[in-house]
Nanobody
Framework: QVQLVESGGGLVQAGGSLRLSCAASGRTFSSYAMGWFRQAPGKEREFITV????????LYANSVKGRFTISRDNAKNTVYLRMSSLKPEDTAVYYC????WGTGEADFDSWGQGTQVTVSS
């Protein structure tokens, strides 16, 4: 497994932008697909996006498509989530995860501790 630490969360006004980072430990970062999930209060954790090991393939949930962009830098063992045109309904704890290619929690076996994103109206 790989250790993951998210950063970059915070409070932002609706329409604003944030970039989350997820730093991974270990020398095998490039062997994992990386995903981002989020969990809003009172709701189940939901898939947002995933990027392939090489970074050439991505998938997005419909709710964030066109607003969020996932990227990775294998030399820095880091995956990013650029969020723009943020809405109050994007408020959640955001988690990065490492594992295989997929959109379900079961596709990932390493998780970060999460970072809070709050979007004010």
């Amino acid at each position: 497994q790989v250790q993951l630490v998210e950063s970059g969360g915070g409070l932002v006004q609706a329409g604003g932008s944030l970039r989350l980072s997820c730093a991974a430990s270990g020398r095998t970062f490039s062997s994992y697909a990386m995903g981002w999930f989020r969990q809003a209060p009172g709701k189940e954790r939901e898939f947002i996006t995933v990027i392939s090991r090489s970074g050439t393939s991505t998938l997005y949930a419909n709710s964030v498509k066109g607003r969020f962009t996932i990227s990775r830098d294998n030399a820095k063992n880091t995956v990013y989530l650029r969020m723009s045109s943020l809405k109050p309904e994007d408020t959640a704890v955001y988690y990065c995860a490492a594992g295989g290619w997929g959109t379900g929690e079961a596709d990932f076996d390493s998780w970060g501790q999460g970072t809070q994103v709050t979007v004010s109206s």
